[in-house]
């Protein structure tokens, strides 16, 4: 069931809602994608990914038993796939949903040298990955 009214749930009716790389994965209760240019931004975290339930919950103690498992999962399987990089030193997982009550899982990884863990070139300019869709 989705809410109309909610972003995530916007998210996962394909289309509505641009997502860069579009979805890396979806079944029946979850959707997972790359991490959204905010409004006003021009740019976003390389590597950030999602992982949402595609019914409409507020947070992780709403979740069905299968959900919850499904999360988890894809969640590991993401992280592991951005290890495999080898640009990746550390993936955190955590949950922030104070602006938009619909769970939404964060998966972030901290990157090996570069500014701030982030990649970057000879030159210093953040480096651009376009080889992120994980199948």
């Known amino acids: 069931m989705s809410d109309t009214k ?4 916007e998210k996962h ?3 509505a809602v641009d997502v ?3 979805c890396l994965y979806e079944d029946e209760l979850v959707y997972s994608s790359h991490g959204i240019i ?3 931004k021009t740019r976003a975290y390389l590597g950030t990914l999602f992982v949402e339930p595609k019914r409409h919950v507020p947070g ?6 299968a959900e919850a498992e499904r999360i988890g999962l894809v969640s590991s399987r993401l992280s592991r796939a951005l290890k495999q990089t080898g640009d990746v030193d550390h993936i955190y997982v955590h949950v922030w949903g104070h602006h938009v009550p619909h769970l939404h899982v964060w ?5 090996r040298g570069g500014a701030g863990g982030v990649p970057s070139d000879a030159n210093g300019r ?3 990955r376009t080889n992120w869709r994980c199948t």
Do not use: K, N, W
């Not at 992780?60 to 038993?65: G, K, S, Y």
């Open 6 to 9: 909610c972003f995530v749930c």
């Open 13 to 15: 009716h394909h289309g």
């Open 20 to 22: 860069p790389g579009g």
């Open 38 to 40: 905010q409004s006003g």
């Open 60 to 65: 992780m103690a709403e979740l069905t038993d």
């Open 107 to 111: 998966i972030v990884p901290r990157y």
């Open 126 to 128: 953040l480096a651009r």
